[in-house]
């Protein structure tokens, strides 16, 4: 049987994955909350880590504007606790998937960026997760999987679309910028393509290094909003487009976070679907239940 560990297990994409991982009696899954294991103390991780196969690390520090403030916090749990992680497992032969960000791309480009495009963060929490990825490829060459995320909203956590839908009660209309554009990504689907990998790597069909792990197509914030209005039976003429420089933040955001997914192909694995059908899928009877936050 496969032993998993989910580090992280709390939050949003770690309840997706353990619902995920819920459905699959060959595996043994444990769950590690943020309160169960302090990946930034290095003897909790080994302990932890130790006797596992596979470790899915999704803890994070998330606060992107809040590690503009306190870089050297943020990189302590985005890089240095993954440094942790990943001597752990080089140590007792485990594949660790670390999640990483769009945000270690400078977002200037004009087409997806490829999986290896060179890095160039704007920002402390940027610059925190590429100390994570590094970490991962230097210390498990043969046995570390890199996978980038973006504009991740889910059920069971703060996100941008459950932030709108509660906008959506207080106001009449609501200014959403149009400037930014990216891949809106259901937590639960990346959920599902972080299990798949981890399948794939113990097969030995998916070779180690970076993966992204975004839906398909790109849009906007805007654009965004507008659809999850749509599929709520909101009027999406309540959204009215705008400019980033309206809603100045202390972390400079990328302009461009649109990821390319040719890697999946050589694993035998399909990339993750079309961020519109997915959507779609988030807010469907069969999903689980929204909080409105």
Same mark, same amino acid.
């Given at each position: ?99 990483? /960000?769009?945000?270690? !791309?400078?977002?200037? &480009?004009?087409? *997806? ?9 704007? =920002? #402390? ?34 996100n941008f679309v459950a932030t709108m839908l509660r906008l959506a009660r207080q106001r009449e209309h609501l200014d959403v910028v149009d400037d930014q554009h990216g891949q809106p990504t259901w937590s639960y689907a990346l959920a599902t393509q972080l299990v798949a990998l981890a399948d794939a790597a113990l097969a030995g069909r998916a070779a180690p290094g970076v993966y992204h792990g975004t839906c398909s197509g790109q849009t906007t914030w805007y654009g965004l909003a ?16 705008? /400019?980033?420089?309206? !809603?100045?933040?202390? &972390?400079?955001? *990328? ?9 999946? =192909? #050589? ?27």
């Amino acid at each position: 049987m496969t032993r998993v560990l989910v580090t992280g297990a709390g939050g949003m994409l770690g309840r997706d994955l353990l619902d995920v991982l819920g459905d699959r009696p060959d595996l043994k899954v444990t769950a590690a909350t943020r309160a169960e294991v302090d990946i930034t103390d290095g003897d909790a991780v080994r302990a932890a880590v130790t006797g596992h196969d596979v470790v899915i690390n999704c803890a994070a520090w998330t606060d992107v504007d809040g590690a503009e403030q306190q870089e050297e916090a943020a990189t302590a749990v985005n890089g240095h606790a993954v440094t942790h992680l990943a001597r752990s497992c080089a140590d007792t032969g485990a594949r660790l998937i670390q999640v990483s /960000t769009d945000y270690v !791309f400078a977002g200037d &480009a004009d087409q *997806p960026y490829p999986e290896d495009a060179p890095t160039a963060p704007l =920002n #402390a929490y940027g610059r925190g997760k590429l100390v994570g990825e590094q970490s991962v490829t230097r210390l498990l060459p043969d046995a570390g999987y890199v996978v980038r995320t973006a504009w991740l909203y889910g059920a069971h956590g703060p996100n941008f679309v459950a932030t709108m839908l509660r906008l959506a009660r207080q106001r009449e209309h609501l200014d959403v910028v149009d400037d930014q554009h990216g891949q809106p990504t259901w937590s639960y689907a990346l959920a599902t393509q972080l299990v798949a990998l981890a399948d794939a790597a113990l097969a030995g069909r998916a070779a180690p290094g970076v993966y992204h792990g975004t839906c398909s197509g790109q849009t906007t914030w805007y654009g965004l909003a507008r659809a999850a209005f749509t599929l709520h039976g909101l009027d999406p003429e309540r959204i009215r487009p705008t /400019t980033s420089d309206r !809603f100045p933040r202390p &972390a400079p955001r *990328p302009a461009y976070s649109v990821l390319g997914h040719s890697r999946w =192909n #050589a694993a035998g694995l399909s990339a993750m679907p079309d961020w519109q059908a997915t959507l779609a899928a988030a807010f469907a009877p069969s999903a689980p239940p929204w909080k409105v936050t």
